[in-house]
């Protein structure tokens, strides 16, 4: 009983803190249609500011805001490669993201930066709330997780926000009506890598270190999440869809611990297993257009 | 009826003409085997309210004509484009966006299918207007969208919170019209707006454009390879040909033709031979 709880728990709060990478993707890959693979970089990257600053004495929620910083600046990159170099999407995410392993490596020193020493914003809060543990942990990613909340169910029903959202719907038709979309594609890929990297740098804070490779297969698994949270929630109206994104990262998290607790399942088995849910769950409507005998378009291939 | 393109410059060039084209020419893939004059000195000047059909074979310029009005590219160097006074040949793409609204063939081209009827007419109602971090809908918006399509007649005003995907051709082209007008561009430009609808529900729209341009006083310029409904529609017929304007009917003149007559005007002014093959022109509605 006491495990299922504290399984529960731990989902919970990975739910939330990797809710924040869902989002991100959400925002690239089905708001702004722009299937934006810098996430594997930003992630680390937000974690590496957050550990750097935070062992040079910066203060840790500084640290955080400048993880996120970071995280905006990068994805603002990837923007401007396709939006201004018109390099396609799918290369411009690529080609940030191996920047980024190099720039991360430079901005930590080594690959590892361990916080166990350090002042966290776990630790500041302990300190604030008398928690500690998994509670700690739940209370301060859903703090982030509510203000990231609010804050974009508000920006996305405003007007810059709808030309956002119709950027990625129907950009002809925006430009049409005198948005540069240019700048609403930058602002989304900004907005989305800024939040990886805040998910990042709490997740460092909340492990105890920053590494190189923790971002290795984050883009699949916040794909995930964000097709497990519409599967699940089927969403309807922005306040929903940010829900079943934080939703989603949960169920997935959920099923991924307790993959571990079968006998044949390793923990590096978890990727392959990931992989597999999102090639199964994309397939799905290319297969109920075949077995319906519906017209199915050619593949795109960018 | 014997009105040539250069000819047709008003003597009396006004300021307060909605559109002034000047000497416009549009050359694509100059230099090269496939050089085209899609646009051959064309000038052309609108008053306000002025409601031209265009009509004309394939290839004869008219989309380029509409693609140059809305600024999608410029003309060659020499031509002008003037909007309500202003000088806009060099204001492109988006900037041009407050001047002109479009309706284009496809319904799915003038609507964001995955937002909702509303998110859509807010998002039109700010046409080339700075956007800022106001929440989007409020009660004052909503009444002025239901007003506007109430007068669609489609019912659409009780489901504005439905995603536009979800609509029917017809309605989908109505919003799109209600979208075009809602913010008062100088010009409104139809690009066959009606050509993929069935024919009853092209009759709706049409009678619907029709009304929206009589009733706020639109600029408009629409092009249809359907003859009865060029000569039926608007205070004004031009026909192109080969990046020219080789006709251009004034309203009086307009009311007593019919579709054989204009024919054989065009073959007047075209000074060749109609072959049925050379144009694409429907009679039927």
């Known amino acids: 009983m006491t495990t299922a709880l504290s399984i529960l728990n731990s989902s919970l709060y990975e739910g939330l803190a990797f809710g924040l990478v869902a989002i991100g993707v959400y925002m690239t890959f089905r708001v702004l249609d722009f299937p934006d693979l810098s996430v594997d970089g930003t992630f680390p990257l937000g974690a590496a500011v957050a550990a750097v600053l935070i062992t040079t004495g910066v203060n840790p929620h500084l640290a955080t805001l400048a993880a996120l910083a970071s995280g905006l600046l990068a994805g603002f990159t990837t923007g401007i490669l396709n939006t201004k170099l018109r390099i396609s999407a799918l290369l411009s995410g690529i080609l940030v993201m191996v920047a980024l392993y190099s720039i991360n490596l430079r901005i930590m020193g080594r690959p590892n930066i361990s916080l166990i020493r350090e002042v966290t914003i776990f630790d500041w809060a302990s300190n604030f709330l008398g928690l500690s543990g998994l509670s700690l942990s739940i209370v301060v990613a859903g703090v982030a997780a509510l203000v990231v909340f609010l804050m974009l169910n508000w920006f996305l029903r405003t007007d810059i926000g709808l030309a956002l959202r119709a950027t990625g719907d129907n950009e002809h038709m925006v430009r049409g009506l005198g948005v540069d979309t240019d700048k609403t594609v930058l602002l989304g890929c900004a907005l989305g890598n800024g939040l990886v990297a805040l998910a990042g740098a709490l997740v460092a804070q909340n492990q105890g270190n920053a590494d190189i490779n923790m971002g290795s297969g984050m883009i699949v698994m916040g794909l995930a999440s964000v097709i497990i949270g519409e599967g699940i929630f089927r969403p309807k109206g922005i306040s929903w869809v940010l829900v079943a994104c934080f939703g989603g990262a949960f169920v997935y998290r959920l099923f991924m611990t307790l993959a571990l607790y079968t006998t044949f399942l390793r923990a590096s088995d978890l990727k392959l297993i990931t992989a597999a849910l999102v090639i199964i769950a994309l397939a799905i409507p290319y297969l109920r257009k075949r077995i319906r005998h519906e017209w199915i378009p050619p593949a795109t291939r960018w | ?285």
Not at chain 2, 55 to 79: E, M, Q, V
Not at chain 2, 113 to 132: D, F, M, T, V, Y
Not at chain 2, 215 to 240: D, F, P, Q, S
Request: with cysteine; aromatic share 4%.
């Open chain 2, 1 to 285: 009826m014997d009105t040539t393109g250069d000819k047709m410059v008003n003597l009396a060039m006004q300021d307060h003409n909605i559109l002034e084209l000047l000497r416009v020419s549009k050359t694509f893939a100059r230099g090269t085997v496939d050089e085209v004059k899609a646009l051959n000195c064309v000038s052309l000047t609108m008053a306000p309210g002025d409601f031209i059909t265009v009509i004309g074979s394939n290839g004869a310029g008219k989309s380029t004509l509409l693609n140059i009005i809305a600024g999608l590219f410029p003309p060659d160097n020499g031509g002008r484009v003037v909007i309500a006074g202003e000088d806009v040949t060099n204001l492109l793409g988006y900037k041009r966006a407050s001047y002109v609204g479009r309706v284009w063939q496809q319904p799915d081209m003038g609507t964001a299918g995955k937002l909702s009827i509303e998110e859509n007419l807010s998002l039109a109602l700010l046409r080339g207007k700075p956007r800022g971090f106001k929440i989007a809908l409020n009660r004052e918006r909503r009444r002025f969208f239901r007003t506007r399509l109430a007068s669609l007649g489609l019912g659409l005003e009780d489901r504005l919170g439905v995603p536009a995907h979800t609509l029917s051709g017809g309605q989908r082209q109505a919003l799109a019209l209600i979208m075009a007008t809602i913010s008062n561009p100088a010009i409104l430009l139809l690009d066959e707006h009606t050509a993929t609808l069935d024919p009853k529900t092209a009759r709706t729209v049409l009678s619907i454009t029709d009304e929206i341009i009589t009733r706020e006083k639109m600029t408009a310029v629409m092009v249809t390879h359907n003859m009865e409904v060029a000569l039926r529609y608007g205070n004004r017929l031009i026909m192109m040909h080969r990046g020219r304007v080789i006709l251009d009917i004034a309203e009086e003149q307009k009311k007593g033709l019919s579709v054989t007559s204009l024919l054989r005007a065009f073959e007047r002014a075209a000074g060749e031979e109609f072959t049925d093959d050379s144009v694409l022109l429907s009679s039927e509605l």
